[in-house]
């Protein structure tokens, strides 16, 4: 039995632009002897695709590339126990697939990379996938995280923002969660995977958006303003963006009490 490790790379890849790569993500791409992309269907089948481009760009001679499908995961469940419950078996599910591809796909002494949307350690399964695995026992490998640009930061970058002001702190959630972080009289809110659009609630409120879809790629939508003046307009620029592609990646900011320098830049 081969004494020798396997190591496994989780590369933070950016939102989507490929620019965006930094020179450490590079240079650790080009460590890698196989690289591991979980497919999310026919629908988000571009997004493989911007991997595979990254790979053509930046690394040097053939890759070898190992492709398997994520588990399918409930997404029907509103209620928090229902909700923590899918995830978890979700989770479970997705750590067999990734188990599997380290320990047939991934040789002892080999280097292994999993490509990760954005940041690997915001809103991303990855990391605590591995560590699952590693608990069971199974299959024994050591990583290390190479951070990127994440889909936050992007937003800021592309409505020309700070994510934070002055001396007020800046919080970060689940579009679910959303009601639980209001009222926040402190500081700003990043929302994350509101599939519900929880922003329409706070009508009324005040607050300002800074709304982005599909940030760094081609597809890029931004839109800024009072949320009263442009709630409509997200929703159906959502709900179009949605029924063209099949899928929708987007987050915002909310701005609880906007300065008089704040304007709409979209």
């Avoid at 179009?240 to 900011?253: F, K, N, Q």
């Amino acid at each position: 039995m081969s004494s020798e490790v396997r190591r496994l790379l989780v590369i933070g890849i950016g939102s989507g632009d490929p620019d965006h790569l930094t020179f450490a993500a590079v240079k650790a791409m080009r460590r890698a002897d196989v690289f591991f992309v979980l497919g999310k269907g026919r629908e988000k089948s571009a997004l493989t695709q911007v991997r595979r481009s990254i790979l053509d760009e930046h690394v040097p001679g053939p890759y070898r590339l190992v492709e398997a499908e994520d588990p399918w995961r409930d997404r029907s469940q509103d209620e928090d126990a229902g909700y923590v419950g899918a995830v978890h078996d979700w989770r479970r599910r997705r750590a067999d697939v990734c188990e599997r591809l380290i320990r047939e796909e991934l040789a002892p002494g080999q280097c292994g990379a999993f490509l990760v949307w954005g940041d690997p350690s915001l809103y991303d399964s990855t990391l605590g996938i591995l560590e699952d695995i590693k608990a069971r026992g199974e299959v024994t490998f050591e990583h290390e995280v190479i951070p990127g640009v994440s889909s936050v930061s992007a937003l800021a970058a592309r409505h020309r923002v700070n994510l934070n002001r002055v001396g007020r702190p800046i919080r970060i959630t689940p579009g679910r969660r959303l009601a639980e972080s209001l009222p926040n009289d402190d500081g700003d809110i990043v929302v994350m995977l509101d599939a519900h659009e929880s922003f329409q609630h706070l009508a009324g409120s005040g607050v300002w958006i800074y709304w982005g879809a599909y940030i760094g790629t081609p597809d890029e939508v931004l839109i800024s303003g009072p949320l009263d003046e442009v709630s409509d307009r997200i929703r159906r620029t959502r709900a179009e963006a949605r029924a063209r592609h099949g899928w929708i990646m987007d987050t915002y900011l909310l701005r609880l009490h906007p300065d008089s320098t704040d304007n709409t830049d979209n």
